[in-house]
Structure formats: C-alpha cells, structure tokens
C-alpha cells in the first residue's frame, strides 16, 4: 500500500505562480513514473504533465513552456511548477504514483487551485 499525498493547491492571480508537491510513502515500494493530473466537475482527468524515473517528462500541450515537473527519487516527491497561471488552470489537482511493477497505481485525494482575479 502506498499513500499519496498532495500540498501546495490554492488561490493565486492570473499570472501568477504556484507550486505544487505530492509525496508517496509507504513500505517497500519502486516508483516507475510519477504525474500530475487536473479534473473538472463533470469532465475526465487529464494529465498535466509525468516524469520518468529516468527524468524523462511530458507535459500537456496547453502547459508547455509554463509548468516544470521535477521529481526526488530518494524522497519520493514530485513537484509541479506552475507559473503565468491563467484561469483555465482553475481544477482540481491529483498526483498519481505508477509503482515499478508498471501496473499498479496510487492516486493522491486532490488539491484545489484556483486562479482568478
């Protein structure tokens, strides 16, 4: 079993900055991939943006060049850099945990952002 937690979320000015960080803890686990992901009421999850155990990332094409995803393995967090934030930013926020098994996988409980005026 693996716990995901996430912190950082809140209320923030467009053009503003915001960091987010999600740390997995738990007995005995590999992390594979580690990510983020936003979901909006009645919309499906999206990723925002995933970091490889190697360091290999991928962002969303409406993140690019705006988010930073970073990763500390021996800690086992992963922080998400959101800067130049615009209102569609506005979501709710999960970290998701791919062990290293490829197939299992941990979701956090969420963490609102809001980006308004």
């Known amino acids: 079993q693996v716990d995901v937690v996430e912190s950082g979320g809140g209320s923030v000015q467009p053009g503003g900055s915001l960091t987010l960080l999600c740390a997995a803890s738990?007995?005995?686990?590999?992390?594979?991939?580690m990510g983020w992901y936003r979901q909006d009421p009645g919309k499906q999850r999206e990723m925002v943006a995933e970091?490889?155990?190697?360091?290999?990332?991928t962002y969303a094409d409406s993140v690019k060049g705006r988010f930073i995803i970073s990763r500390d393995n021996e800690k086992s967090t992963v922080t998400l850099q959101m800067n130049s934030l615009n209102s569609e930013a506005t979501s709710v926020y999960y970290c998701?945990?791919?062990?290293?098994?490829?197939?299992?996988?941990?979701w956090g409980p969420g963490t609102q952002v809001t980006v308004s005026k």
């Open positions: 998701n945990i791919v062990l290293g098994n490829e197939v299992d996988n941990y």
């Open positions: 738990g007995s005995s686990f590999r992390i594979s991939a």
């Open positions: 970091i490889l155990i190697a360091g290999k990332t």
